[in-house]
C-alpha cells in the first residue's frame, strides 16, 4: 500500500514515517513544506529507502497537491501537517488557520476528486485520516477545585477549543466530518494527547526543559504549575496512527492516549531528576541540582488546567495499548537529546531560541 503522509518532517509526522518505513512493508510519499519545526534530519534513518520519496510542497498550494495525487497515486492520506503551538497561535493566529483550515479544506478536495476518480477495489480501500488533538475539547476539572471521580475526554465530548490553535484544529475536524457525511468521502479522525519523545522541536515543555536545563538557562513554570496533561510517547502514537489508518472504521473518531496524568511541575522535577543523575549539574556554574533553575513565570492566556484521554475505544476495538509508561519513556527522551545535542543545534536555524512565546495579546 502506497499512503501520502502530510507533515512528514515534523515531531509526529516523522515518527510515522520512519514507522512506516522501518516496521512494515508500506510505501510512504512524505509532502511537507519544511517550516521552521519540519526537518529531513529526523528522516535520515529511512530517507534512502526505495520505498521513501519526498515532496516539498505546501498543503495550501492547489495545483501542486493534484500533480502528487496524480503522480504518486497513493491508497490512503495520512494528514499530520499543522501548525501546533498553542504559544505561537496567540502571537500569529493567521498562519494557523491558513494551514490547519484551508490546507485542510484544499487536502480534503483534491483528496476527494482523487478518490472519485478511482475504481473497484482501489477505491473501495482508500481513506483520508485526520490527525488531530485532544485540546479541541477544551479542558477538564481539575483535582484541585473538583470533588470525586474525574471525567476523561471521550470520543463523545463536546467541542469547546480555549486557543486560536485549537479552534483552527477543531474546524479542520468539522470540515473533515462534513466531507465523510456529504460527500461519502471515507475519513476517519484521531485525537491525541500532548506528545513527547525524540526529534521534538525544542519549544515544546520536554525538550525547552531538558535543553534550558543542560545550558544552565531558567526553568520557565506557567502560573503554579498545576496543569495537568497526558503524556503519549510518540512512537506509541506513531503504531496507533498506522492501525487506524489501515483498520479504522470509515466514519469514526478514535482518542489516543498514553494513560500518563501529569502536572507540569511533576514533568519539570522529573526531568531535572534524570538530568542530575544521568549528567549531573556543576556546582562551579551556580547550581548543584537543576531543580535550582525552576522560575515560576506568568501564566499562559486561556491556559486550559487539565486534558486526559479515555483511550478504551481504541483499546476494545484496534487492540492497542501504549507500550511505554512515562517513567520509561521520558528517561529514552532526555537520554536522546543528551545523545542528539547537535541535532538540536541544526534545527534551531536562528528564528527560534527557546524565547517564550504566546504573550502578545
Not at 515518527?15 to 511537507?32: G, M
Not at 495525487?69 to 495520512?78: A, G, I, K, N, T
Amino acid at each position: 500500500m502506497k499512503i501520502l503522509v502530510t507533515g512528514g518532517a515534523g515531531f509526529i509526522g516523522s515518527a510515522v514515517v520512519r514507522h512506516l518505513i522501518q516496521d512494515t512493508e508500506h510505501q510512504v510519499v512524505n509532502v511537507d513544506k519544511l517550516t521552521y519545526a519540519g526537518n529531513l534530519e529526523s528522516l535520515r534513518s529511512v530517507d534512502s529507502d526505495p520505498r521513501y520519496s519526498f515532496e516539498r510542497v505546501d498543503i495550501c498550494d492547489e495545483a501542486e497537491v493534484k500533480r502528487i495525487f496524480s503522480q504518486h497515486e497513493p491508497d490512503l492520506v495520512m494528514h499530520l501537517a499543522a501548525e501546533s503551538h498553542v504559544d505561537r497561535s496567540i502571537d500569529g493566529p493567521g498562519e494557523f488557520i491558513q494551514t490547519n483550515i484551508v490546507g485542510t479544506y484544499v487536502l480534503l478536495e483534491q483528496s476527494r476528486a482523487y478518490w472519485q476518480s478511482l475504481n473497484g477495489e482501489r477505491k473501495a480501500r482508500f481513506r483520508f485520516h485526520h490527525i488531530s488533538t485532544d485540546e479541541v475539547y477544551g479542558d477538564l476539572p481539575h483535582p484541585d477545585d473538583h470533588d470525586g471521580e474525574l471525567p476523561l475526554f471521550t470520543e463523545d465530548t463536546s467541542y469547546a477549543p480555549s486557543s486560536p490553535y485549537s479552534a483552527s484544529k477543531a474546524s479542520s475536524d468539522h470540515l473533515v466530518r462534513a466531507w465523510q457525511r456529504t460527500y461519502g468521502f471515507p475519513t476517519v479522525i484521531t485525537n491525541c494527547s500532548n506528545n513527547y519523545g525524540p526529534y521534538h522541536f525544542p519549544e515544546k515543555l520536554i525538550p525547552l526543559v531538558i535543553l534550558n536545563a543542560l545550558d544552565g538557562k531558567p526553568l520557565p513554570v506557567y502560573g503554579k504549575g498545576n496543569q495537568i496533561r497526558d503524556w503519549l510517547y510518540v512512537e506509541d502514537h506513531a503504531r496507533a496512527l498506522v492501525l487506524v489508518a489501515t483498520k479504522g472504521c470509515v466514519g469514526e473518531t478514535y482518542n489516543i492516549g498514553g494513560h500518563n496524568e501529569k502536572q507540569n511541575i511533576e514533568v519539570i522535577t522529573t526531568i531535572c531528576e534524570i538530568l542530575d543523575e544521568l549528567k549531573p549539574a556543576q556546582p562551579e556554574k551556580g547550581v548543584s541540582s537543576y531543580k535550582e533553575l525552576i522560575t515560576f513565570v506568568q501564566d499562559r492566556p486561556g491556559h486550559d488546567m487539565r486534558y486526559a484521554i479515555d483511550a478504551g475505544k481504541i483499546q476494545s476495538e484496534l487492540d492497542w495499548t501504549p507500550e511505554e509508561t512515562f517513567d520509561s519513556g521520558i528517561r529514552k527522551t532526555i537520554q536522546w537529546y543528551l545523545d542528539n545535542h547537535d541535532w538540536c543545534a541544526r534545527v534551531q536555524d536562528g528564528s527560534y531560541q527557546r524565547e517564550r512565546l504566546g504573550q502578545k495579546v
